[in-house]
């Protein structure tokens, strides 16, 4: 299991700081999820962990930065999934999960036997078998977010990041791919970041929640402890009631306005 | 996993095919031996082999002399444009992008003007002849442009900035060269025959120009097979799956560039083949780029020589510009297989 550690981790685009001097320790195998509202920041620390965004300060996985890393190394320690992947049409689901074994092979390799039996295995673990040979254009909503996280998975990196991973799903296809991730977390003992919309569902499959708003963190802990009415009406301007379940789920309801008279 | 099934018998067919089209190039002609003799005397060239294929001195060195060399070029002008396209549309990820995209094609085209205009009587009698020499100098010189106007954004505007860098260099080269035929319409004539290709007057000493270029472009892109399928994902997926983006389109598109200002150099500007020919590919054998590529190599080779055919033998001797050829062929084969394809989904 791997940890990841952020330090004073800042994201600056052309002239805006969508992450201010982020810090924050993720235990080995745990769960955080970030959330916040639009444009908080969410996606863009997502992306600089994935190496997609240049940041300073340090991001540290198992002690050591990853700007010291290669792009390959990198890639084989940190497996993202978008927001909105590309799949490209006219690939196959097999050759799309493939596409996850390209940080162990050399720049002009090709994909050995090991490689295509270990995408085998991804696909039958992940009950994908159906999808292998369909291309990638005719898969539903649900099926393309499947066949994203077994590339993910094909990967074999120890750290998973999801931005918004359910954010085209429906709520029952939303349940399956958070099970999906959770599964899988325990199985490989994966450390997950994900970023959430769904504050209901990111308490429930978190380990711990942070909430950032306009870059800085402004709250971290438990999904008791960071879900409440109060908070959620500050930074994300919302009108919500918080129930508290007695399994200890968090449940955040939005309550409509009173209607004028 | 039935394509790498499948997959396996692209590659074989279609080196038959060009073969095919090789044999066939050199047995038909204008002028020379009867057709059939042509591959006995082949066969007879080999060591250890003695046929009597019964053609003259002089009818050999029509074969060897005049149609193979022109042959082996128009395979290296296919080959080269078909898998330069291919990789360009792979690395912009942009479907309608072909080798000229850059400005290779306007740059070459504004050299061999200069060339011309300076020179009237014309330079292939000189003992270098400088005009296959400038066109790939003005080739590259375009393209060196383009890049580093184009290369001042990040990520995915850099493709974009870059391919709107190459429209304005082409813009003013092709300006350039305008203004240069309005003051000596003269040589409007020669200029548009070099424009519109020509393989005719191709020797082995052309080949042997372009031939180092060719290979290295080639072998280059075919290493970057596997790499363009990643590309897909898009520039940021790819980075996350451990590609150096910007480093890989870069080296992509020296390779292709440099191949497409060499074959230009010494045939003009064939249009039509860089995007007809991988699109064929596709619809046939599927989008991967590691059956693209040397596929479109093949095909390209083998389709430019049979291009090539009818223009030498029809209303000879005036020649039909290749350009013209490639055009009137690729256009409607295009048109059916993109027909037949939607017909059959």
Redesign the interface.
């Known amino acids: 299991m791997t940890s990841l550690a952020f330090d004073q981790v800042r994201v600056n685009y052309a002239k805006r700081t969508a992450v201010a001097a982020f810090t924050d320790t993720v235990k080995p195998g745990e769960w955080l999820c970030i959330i916040g509202p639009n444009g908080a920041g969410k996606s863009s620390l997502l992306r600089a962990i994935a190496g997609v965004v240049p940041h300073s300060g340090r991001i540290l996985v198992d002690g050591s930065p990853l700007t010291a890393r290669s792009s390959r190394r990198r890639a084989q320690l940190v497996a993202y999934v978008p927001q909105s992947p590309v799949l490209p049409s006219g690939m196959t689901g097999a050759e799309y999960v493939l596409l996850g074994r390209n940080p162990f092979v050399t720049h002009f390799g090709h994909e050995s036997e090991l490689d295509h039996a270990m995408v085998d295995d991804v696909i039958e673990r992940l009950d994908l078998a159906g999808l292998a040979t369909r291309d990638v254009d005719t898969l539903s909503g649900g099926e393309r977010q499947r066949l994203v996280i077994a590339r993910a998975i094909a990967q074999e990196a120890p750290i998973l990041l999801l931005d918004e991973p359910t954010a085209a799903l429906d709520i029952g296809h939303q349940q399956q791919a958070l099970e999906l991730v959770d599964t899988l977390r325990l199985e490989h003992g994966l450390t997950v970041v994900s970023s959430m919309h769904d504050l209901t569902l990111a308490g429930i499959y978190s380990d711990r929640l942070v909430l950032i708003h306009e870059g800085h963190t402004v709250a971290s802990g438990i999904a008791r402890d960071v879900l409440n009415a109060s908070v959620l009406a500050e930074f994300y301007g919302a009108n919500v009631r918080v129930h508290h379940e007695d399994d200890g789920t968090v449940v955040v309801v939005p309550s409509k306005r009173e209607t004028l008279k | 996993?039935?394509?790498r099934g499948a997959s396996q018998w692209w590659i074989p067919a279609a080196v038959v095919a060009l073969a095919c089209s090789l044999l066939l190039g050199v047995m038909i002609g204008p002028a020379g031996p009867t057709w059939w003799r042509v591959p006995l005397e082949l066969l007879n060239r080999l060591p250890l082999l003695s046929i009597d294929s019964g053609l003259t001195e002089t009818q050999w060195a029509i074969v060897w002399q005049i149609r193979a060399p022109r042959v082996v070029l128009a395979a290296f002008v296919g080959s080269t444009l078909s898998i330069a396209g291919a990789s360009y549309q792979g690395v912009f990820r942009n479907p309608l992008v072909d080798p000229y995209l850059l400005g290779v094609a306007a740059g070459a085209g504004l050299g061999a003007t200069i060339v011309i205009t300076v020179n009237r009587s014309g330079t292939s009698s000189w003992i270098i002849d400088p005009l296959p020499l400038i066109a790939f100098g003005g080739g590259l010189i375009a393209v060196l442009v383009t890049y580093l106007v184009g290369t001042t954004g990040k990520g995915e505007r850099s493709s974009i900035s870059l391919v709107l860098a190459g429209v304005a260099v082409t813009s003013l080269a092709t300006a350039a060269q305008t203004f240069l035929l309005q003051r000596n319409s003269d040589v409007i004539r020669q200029v548009y025959s070099w424009i519109l290709g020509r393989l005719s007057s191709a020797t082995w000493s052309d080949v042997r120009l372009v031939l180092p270029y060719v290979v290295f472009s080639t072998v280059v892109l075919l290493?970057?097979r596997?790499?363009l399928?990643?590309l897909?994902?898009?520039d940021?997926?790819a980075?996350?799956?451990?590609?150096?983006v910007s480093r890989v389109r870069l080296v992509v598109v020296i390779a292709a560039t440099l191949g497409t200002a060499s074959v230009v150099a010494v045939s003009g500007l064939i249009g039509f083949v860089g995007i007809i020919v991988p699109h064929a590919v596709?619809l046939v054998v599927?989008?991967?780029y590691r059956l693209v590529l040397p596929i479109s190599l093949l095909f390209g080779a083998a389709f430019l020589i049979l291009a090539d055919i009818p223009g030498r033998v029809l209303d000879n001797p005036a020649e039909t510009p290749i350009g013209v050829v490639t055009a009137f062929l690729g256009a409607p084969f295009f048109l059916l297989i993109l027909r037949t394809r939607k017909n059959e989904r």
């Open positions: 996993m039935s394509m290493l970057h596997r790499l399928d990643v897909r994902v898009g940021e997926e980075t996350a799956l451990g590609v150096n596709r599927g989008t991967s």
